[in-house]
């Protein structure tokens, strides 16, 4: 120790510096290259724990922010960072989803059409659908996930739309297929039809089927969905429509006229209108209508010359004859007669050539049939007889049809003259004979009028038929004595001849017809006998 310390103590005062004894070197240890790589990875190990703690903290964070994630754009409307509510808020101020609830309605030919739901065929978010798929990046279930999208959000921004990839196909080929089986049903209809009361003809162009291109229609479809359209019209063909062949189409709607007429039984056929149409007119109007539309031809109507309402109204419009007479003074039971057998005329149809019998319209007059005794001639006496009074029917009959020019074809005066009718205008009647009977010798039915007016106690018998020549008659007769044969001074009756002037509708004359002839005996009380002479017969002479 004595000798480092005088070493010391000579440095220093010689100012030499002190030199430090080193020691003497460890020998180094020996490691394995197995032990170094251990190391090695023990210590990656543990700056990767170190980063998975780091990374799922931090995804925790964005999985639990109730934003969303920056840099998130919909439809163009940046809606990163936003809440929810803001999002929906921000989405409803820039008019996103002012489409929901809409459709596209699309018009086809022939008034076809259908529509197309764009929330349904995925061209349109709705903004809760939007928000949903804004806000779905970052908050899922898996924390790493959710950073990984927060990254992705940082590097480029996120766009979320309806696009082409998104709308749903089935759903719009189905619409467009409803549209085509709409179309095809207002198709199935007849290829024309006549509208005579109109006088067109209406053809529908592309009746029966129109080759309307189905796949340019879906692509149409898609495209306006695209574009936000409200309305789509499609009429493209595959091919062009055939014109109809309006020749044959002529021949097959052209009718000739026909006019109406009677049956034997003067029932009314009616008429039948003939009809065509231009050929060059319907094929300029077909050439220059859409496909589906109505192509309206005029008809050209041939009208018949004779009309239905025209021979209808023909019927009994014409007042051909009638009398008037008045049953004062008659009984109760007389004018009961008279009015049951003038109601089985009234109403009473001849056809033309056909022939009326008095006795067999009214028939037999019994109590059964409602007839009662009233005072009636009987071979030249007033006597109570079943039916009585009906006569007065007959003769006032028998005068209308002879201002009727209807044909007499049994008829036989009155022993004496009638109270109610002018000599020569009357019928005497009695079952079964004598009867009375005319025939209608036009060429159209009449209809037999007979009726009662208690008013100014009348008996009216009018006959109503079809006048065509306006001929009017004026009756009158000529008077002559007769006497009796025993007495040939002694004035018993008269014989009267009828006649009938004619006039046309001018009132010029045109002849004179014969009607009748008969005598008319006076009553007994009314004939000068010589005093004291007693009447053995009836029989006289004219004078």
């Known amino acids: 120790m004595s000798d480092n310390y005088d070493k010391l103590l000579k440095n220093k005062i010689s100012g030499a510096p002190e030199k430090k004894e080193e020691p003497a070197p460890k020998p180094r240890s020996k490691r394995s290259p197995a032990r170094r790589a251990l190391v090695l990875a023990l210590t990656l190990v543990c700056a990767a724990g170190l980063l998975v703690c780091a990374a799922g903290v931090l995804g925790y964070r964005v999985s639990v922010d109730r934003r969303i994630l920056p840099n998130t754009y919909v439809e163009g409307v940046s809606v990163g960072g936003l809440t929810r509510e803001e999002a929906d808020k921000a989405l ?33 978010l709705s903004r809760e659908s939007a928000v949903n798929l804004a806000y779905a990046p970052g908050h899922g279930t898996n924390v790493f996930s959710n950073l990984r999208a927060a990254v992705k959000s940082r590097l480029s921004p996120t766009s979320i739309q309806a696009g082409e990839q998104t709308l749903d196909e089935v759903y719009v080929r189905e619409c467009v297929d409803g549209g085509l089986a709409a179309l095809e049903k207002n198709l199935n209809r007849t ?19 129109i080759p309307l291109d189905k796949d340019g229609l879906y692509a149409a479809v898609t495209a306006a969905l695209k574009a936000g359209e409200k309305t789509l019209q499609y009429d493209k063909l595959t091919q062009e429509l055939p014109a109809p062949d309006f020749e044959t189409l002529f021949w097959d709607i052209a009718v000739m006229p026909a006019d109406a007429y009677y ?54 419009r014409d007042l051909l004859g009638s009398q008037l007479t008045y049953y004062y003074g008659s009984t109760p039971e007389r004018v009961n007669n008279i009015r049951l057998a003038a109601s089985k005329l009234d109403g009473l149809i001849l056809l033309p050539g056909e022939t009326f019998s008095y006795n067999d ?134 014989s009267i001849h009828t006649y009938g002037d004619l006039y046309d509708a001018d009132g010029n004359y ?15 009380e009314d004939i000068e006998w010589p005093e004291g002479y007693e009447r053995g017969g009836t029989d006289a002479y004219l004078g």
């Open 92 to 124: 409803r101020e820039a008019g996103f989803g002012n489409l929901e609830g809409e459709t596209l309605s699309v018009a086809l030919p022939a008034g076809a059409n259908f529509a197309v739901d764009y929330l349904r065929s995925g061209a349109i």
């Open 191 to 209: 290829a024309y039809i006549g509208d005579l009361p109109g006088e067109k003809l209406i053809l529908f162009k592309g009746a029966g089927g």
């Open 263 to 316: 049956t034997e039984s003067f029932e009314v056929v009616p008429e039948v209108v003939g009809y065509g149409f231009d050929l060059d007119e319907a094929k300029r109007l077909w050439d220059s209508a859409k496909v589906g539309e109505q192509v309206i031809v005029p008809l050209i109507a041939v009208r018949p010359e004779v009309t239905a309402a025209e021979l209808e109204a023909a019927l009994y």
């Open 361 to 494: 319209t009214v028939g037999q007059r019994t109590q059964e049939a409602g007839f009662q005794y009233a005072d009636a001639y009987s071979d030249g006496q007033v006597v109570a007889e079943l039916g009585g009074g009906i006569c007065q029917v007959s003769s006032t009959l028998y005068s209308a049809t002879m201002y009727a020019r209807l044909k007499t074809v049994v008829r036989q005066n009155h022993y004496f003259k009638v109270g109610y009718l002018d000599y020569g205008l009357d019928a005497t009647v009695s079952w079964r004979q004598p009867d009375f009977k005319f025939r209608n010798n036009f060429d159209y039915p009449i209809k037999l009028a007979a009726y009662l007016n208690e008013d100014d106690m009348s008996l009216v018998v009018e006959i109503w038929g079809t006048d065509l020549d306006g001929i009017t008659v004026r009756l009158y007769h000529t008077e002559d004595d007769v006497f009796d044969e025993e007495l040939p001074w002694v004035l018993v009756g008269k």
């Open 510 to 524: 045109l002849e004179t017809v014969h009607e009748n002839s008969g005598i008319y005996y006076f009553h007994d």
